[in-house]
């Protein structure tokens, strides 16, 4: 029996697969649990540059949520659910390194809500991107209201919930969802070019920016530039912020240690 999610360790990144193409990668309760497990470890981490979120077959990214599982909620059912779904969500958003979406296809409820969460996004040009849950008399509960609106702006989120309609992945790009759109062949030696890209940055200042944009969106202006100072300044008892500045002046190429 194939696994669910499939990992698999690519030197200074990782690939995780979604894994259930007969159920269009539909994020089932189990597959949310085990999402959550490995991206907890994933941030515990120090060896890692970069994680390749992305789907199997070329149909579709995850279809969202297994709608047999949503049928049989109640009201305390479909409160665990969504807090299960934005929990998973919230572990990618904060990852200690970035996640890039290659979206391989329909990325659907759930499924575009799982990419949102993700720092960068790639898209085959045949991907499309809805949150269409009003359509069976609901709304996104894996932080799609709040993630979409801060990607396109209140107004293009709500056009998009409100009709439940689709946005293709050329329009998706005009409207900054995601960053590039590449054939569906070129879509996964893109995001590994991007990820050894991301590999060959200082680790340590790599993280930091990362954190402070992704915790930074969580608070206000003052105390975001608070963190920001203090990031800056804990990467100066570093011998990675040592050897940047060193290397620029000697004018030769630095040597990254991640300490």
Same mark, same amino acid.
């Given at each position: 029996? +194939? ?15 979604? +894994?259930?193409?007969? !159920? ?11 999402? =959550? ?10 060896? /890692?540059?970069?994680?390749? #979120? ?13 709608? *047999?599982? /949503? ?9 665990? &659910? ?11 958003? #904060? %990852?200690?390194?970035?996640?890039? &979406? ?11 809500? /799982?990419?949102?969460? %993700?720092?960068?996004?790639? &898209? =085959? ?25 801060? =990607?396109?702006?209140?107004?293009? $989120?709500?056009?998009?919930?409100? $009709? ?12 900054? /969802?995601? +960053? ?9 030696? *893109? =995001? ?6 991301? @590999?060959?940055?200082?680790?340590? @200042?790599?993280?930091? %920016? ?15 530039? !608070? ?11 570093? &011998? ?10 000697? !004018? ?6 991640? !300490?």
């Amino acid at each position: 029996m +194939n696994p669910e999610l499939i990992i698999e360790e690519r030197g200074p990144f990782t690939l995780v697969t979604l +894994n259930r193409p007969d !159920k269009r990668n539909a994020l089932s309760r189990a597959l949310l649990e085990r999402l =959550a497990e490995l991206f907890t470890q994933i941030t515990a981490r120090t060896d /890692l540059r970069a994680v390749i #979120l992305t789907g199997a077959g070329a149909a579709s990214f995850s279809a969202g949520t297994d709608i *047999a599982e /949503l049928a049989a909620l109640d009201e305390a059912g479909a409160r665990a &659910a969504a807090e299960r779904g934005q929990a998973v969500c919230d572990l990618i958003e #904060l %990852c200690s390194v970035p996640v890039i &979406a290659a979206v391989n296809g329909a990325a659907v409820g759930g499924g575009c809500e /799982l990419a949102l969460a %993700c720092h960068l996004r790639l &898209a =085959a040009s045949h991907a499309t991107f809805a949150l269409p849950e009003i359509k069976l008399g609901m709304i996104p509960a894996y932080g799609g209201t709040q993630r979409l609106a801060r =990607a396109v702006g209140r107004g293009r $989120a709500l056009a998009a919930m409100l $009709a439940g309609d689709a946005l293709m992945a050329g329009e998706a790009l005009q409207l900054g /969802l995601v +960053n590039r759109v590449v054939a569906s062949t070129e879509l996964l030696s *893109a =995001a590994e070019a991007l990820a050894h890209t991301l @590999a060959a940055q200082a680790p340590l @200042a790599l993280r930091a %920016c990362l954190a402070a944009v992704t915790r930074g969106a969580r608070l206000s202006l003052e105390d975001g530039l !608070k963190l920001e100072a203090e990031l800056f300044s804990q990467l100066f008892n570093t &011998a990675d912020a040592r050897e940047g500045t060193r290397a620029f002046l000697e !004018k030769r190429a630095p040597e990254f240690k991640g !300490k």
